[in-house]
T-cell receptor
Framework: EAQVTQNPRYLITVTGKKLTVTCSQN?????MSWYRQDPGLGLRQIYY???????DKGDVPEGYKVSRKEKRNFPLILESPSPNQTSLYFC?????????FGPGTRLTVL | QKEVEQNSGPLSVPEGAIASLNCTYS??????FFWYRQYSGKSPELIMS????GDKEDGRFTAQLNKASQYVSLLIRDSQPSDSATYLC???????????FGKGTMLLVSP
């Protein structure tokens, strides 16, 4: 089944403790992206990648890192999480104009 | 900073009616326009894309684009309770890089 998977789906952590949210797609898509969704602010793009080793900032990249060493994986790294990064995170991949979203990761930073 | 504006709603319509959802965008060079549907607690799913002025129909859905007015709309005919969701308008420039979403309009279809 064609899909985008994210892990973990839920995470509660503390300020400053480094974490990684994994994203993987099995559709051989070149384009992948990370978004965060917050009440009243909508979906905002954090980073995107047009292909392996090619990444670029979206609208809200501060406090996040990404890497794209393989086509299928696009992890999101929070080196020192803060409470304002508490949010619902979505990974997406696309070939052409259809973006396929992962199920989301609900992150709480205490 | 690109902006995409939508009324937050909720937009309430009775079953069988036409629901009309609207979106305006600020960046005149935007090339691609999308409507996503998001059920509560779920991820967004693409329902329509449109690239040129005019109407595009897909089943009960019609997307309308007016680049001169920087306006995109989505019409849902014969609305069903299962259409109750938040509808997100999204806009991108050339090359489909950064995708900017509106905050979404909640649609409620009552039986």
């Amino acid at each position: 089944e064609a899909q985008v998977t994210q892990n973990p789906r839920y995470l509660i952590t503390v300020t400053g403790k480094k974490l990684t949210v994994t994203c993987s797609q099995n559709m051989n898509h070149e384009y992948m992206s990370w978004y965060r969704q917050d009440p009243g602010l909508g979906l905002r793009q954090i980073y995107y990648s047009m292909n392996v080793e090619v990444t670029d900032k979206g609208d809200v990249p501060e406090g996040y890192k990404v890497s794209r060493k393989e086509k299928r994986n696009f992890p999101l790294i929070l080196e020192s999480p803060s409470p304002n990064q508490t949010s619902l995170y979505f990974c997406a991949s696309s070939l052409g104009d259809t973006q396929y979203f992962g199920p989301g990761t609900r992150l709480t930073v205490l | 900073q690109k902006e995409v504006e939508q009324n937050s709603g909720p937009l309430s319509v009775p079953e069988g009616a036409i629901a009309s959802l609207n979106c305006t965008y600020s960046d005149r060079v935007s090339q691609s326009f999308f409507w996503y549907r998001q059920y509560s607690g779920k991820s967004p799913e693409l329902i329509m894309s449109i690239y040129s002025n005019g109407d595009k129909e897909d089943g009960r859905f019609t997307a309308q684009l007016n680049k001169a007015s920087q306006y995109v709309s989505l019409l849902i005919r014969d609305s069903q309770p299962s259409d109750s969701a938040t509808y997100l308008c999204a806009v991108s420039g050339s090359g489909y890089s950064t995708l900017t979403f509106g905050k979404g309009t909640m649609l409620l279809v009552s039986p």
